[in-house]
């Protein structure tokens, strides 16, 4: 069980404590557990903190604040240190409704159960570096105030010996952040290719230019974007295009840092971020192994969401796909992947051949407009 479950159900749990009272707490004392009310609401928001924002964390917060109301008046004689003598027939409703939606919510986590990822699902030894900055003027370790622009994540194996000259930089969709490619990513690793991914929220990157550029929240509002109007969102490659290639930079720069400049490095992106990736790596031969596209695997389903047959089931079943409880399916895709890493990195002077070839094409159709 993955501590953001954990998290989640401890919370419901102390709603029902504090709704359920209704049916066990005797008159005639201070009602103390009326606390449990807005210590929910805080622990809710924090939860949201820590995890960021999804389907099951927002119904959270939204049950929290309402069973705060519920226990508004409650809570107000608490704090004049008034005894209990009776709950008004408002607050029996009010209660008995949070009640019912937190029991409901329980129910909903254990039928899309996230799967939790072990440390001896993979041989690998996950690194993340939290990061402050900007593209503008480069990013740092955060400080003693942190302000988180960037989560970097490093995959590698375990055992030195098992180590590529190849690294694999991920760039993951912005419907999904890194945390739901780990099986995917830590499969790679397990195969010997050390993997970097990051996720950045810098004010100068922005993917909405609203609140919802927000770390916490800009994946939801992401997937509500897609779902919403599909057309339209597939429409705007440009500008991903453009905000990839500031990542891939960005990227390039700390994995040269961090594993060296003579590495090789290879470009993975996901549907959103393919064509920034693949334009980066085109132009930064020097760097580049090749580039891949996930999306074109045939066993992955959810092209731009990530392994959330596994980590977030509940949008799984918005294709229609069903919980997986194991990771065959992330590890398979793996070594597809693998494959193709092999398959397109193609050598130097091919890949000068055919940027050079289309630079001229395009200079010849530029010709010809004018």
Known sequence: ????????LIILFLIILNCGRLFFLKFGRVDVLTL??????????????????????????????????VNFRAFL???????????????????IVVLLAAIAEVVLIAMFF?????????????????????????FEKVGLLPV???EMFIFEPTEESLKKDTVVLFFPDKRADTSHYEPYLMSLANNGYAVCSADYFSKDLKWFHSFADNRFFRRMFMIIKY?????????????YTYNTIKECEETLKFAKQYFGEDKKFFFIGDVMTFEGTKDFASRNLSSSEGYFNIAELEDYKTPGFGC???????????????????FSIPRKMAEETIKMIREN?????????????AEEKSENTSEINQ
């Open 1 to 8: 069980m993955s501590n953001a479950v954990v998290g989640i």
């Open 36 to 69: 449990l009310a807005p210590l929910c609401v805080i622990l809710s928001i924090l939860q949201i903190i820590a995890w960021k924002a999804d389907f099951f964390s927002l119904i959270l917060l939204g049950i929290s604040v309402f069973c705060f109301f």
């Open 148 to 150: 988180i622009n960037c």
């Open 345 to 357: 990195s193609k050598p130097k002077a091919e890949l000068i051949e055919e940027n050079s070839s």
């Open 114 to 138: 996230p799967r939790a990822i072990k440390d001896t699902d993979f041989n690998t030894k996950k690194t993340v570096k939290l990061l402050s900055g900007s593209f503008n003027y480069g």
């Open 227 to 239: 779902f919403s109007n599909e057309t339209m969102f597939a429409t705007e490659n440009e500008f």
């Open 308 to 326: 959330i047959q596994q980590l977030a089931p509940v949008l799984g079943y918005k294709f229609n796909l069903e919980p997986l409880s194991d």
């Open 77 to 95: 004689r608490f704090l004049s240190g008034l005894y209990v003598d009776h709950y008004s027939f408002a607050f029996k409703i009010g209660a």
